[in-house]
């Protein structure tokens, strides 16, 4: 399996891409970042793009691959809705629209939120923006599946780019594991989504809605 990733600079995406390495039966990831990530690997290409609005010119460089993993995103806090939206909507249309066009038979997921508001009319901003999101990939004519997850579990010495987040992770830090036993649907390690996503890449699921019940069905029972 060929897999492009982007947002592999981030929380959940280096987490996808530690175990898109691992996974013997994928044979090459692409990652598309505006920094590189510093990883190294026999099977590891990256694409330094920062332009993450066009890819007009790169037909060649992003066809070919039988999933996409959309890790890219960032927080709400703060934001004008407008701002929100360009990044949030924006530059992931704008990628889909153009992998769609590249490889209509690929496998598209995109990682959501717990809490995103598929009617689009919420009160919540962030919610509604990637309500918005959501509908407009589904829409496009490929399989695509949207991932919603709550807490996440750094592990492997990941860590978030937020800092209130980073703070948040420590203090919970030493009752995770407690909590994990207890509430295994509400919390899902990184390792966990991305062999979550790679299963749906491989044999689908149900519905193109997965909530994080439905991701703790794919991976099994915490360890």
């Not at 390495?21 to 692409?30: G, I, N, P, Q, S």
């Not at 990682?111 to 959501?134: F, L």
């Amino acid at each position: 399996m060929k897999v492009l990733i982007f947002g592999a600079t981030g929380m959940v995406g280096h987490g996808v891409l530690l175990e898109c390495l691992r996974d013997t039966d994928v044979e090459l990831v692409v990652t598309l970042v505006r920094s590189p990530t510093g990883l190294s690997d026999t099977k590891l290409r990256e694409i330094v793009h920062s332009h993450l609005e066009s890819y007009a010119g790169m037909e060649s460089s992003l066809a070919g691959f039988d999933a996409c993993f959309f890790c890219l995103g960032i927080t709400s806090s703060g934001m004008k809705e407008a701002a929100y939206e360009r990044v949030t909507y924006g530059i992931t249309m704008a990628a889909a629209q153009a992998l769609c066009a590249i490889n209509p038979g690929m496998t598209f997921i995109y990682v959501s939120g717990s809490g995103t508001d598929s009617t689009e009319r919420g009160r919540i901003m962030w919610a509604r923006v990637k309500g918005r999101t959501e509908n407009a990939l589904l829409r496009l004519p490929w399989k695509a599946y949207m991932l919603r997850p709550g807490f996440i579990q750094p592990m492997d010495g990941i860590e978030s780019k937020t800092p209130s987040y980073r703070v948040f992770y420590k203090v919970l830090a030493p009752i995770l594991p407690l909590l994990r036993r207890l509430f295994p649907s509400w919390i899902l390690s990184t390792r966990e989504i991305g062999q979550a996503m790679l299963s749906v890449a491989r044999h689908g699921y149900p519905k193109p809605i997965l909530e994080t019940s439905d991701l703790r069905k794919v991976v099994g029972p915490p360890t």
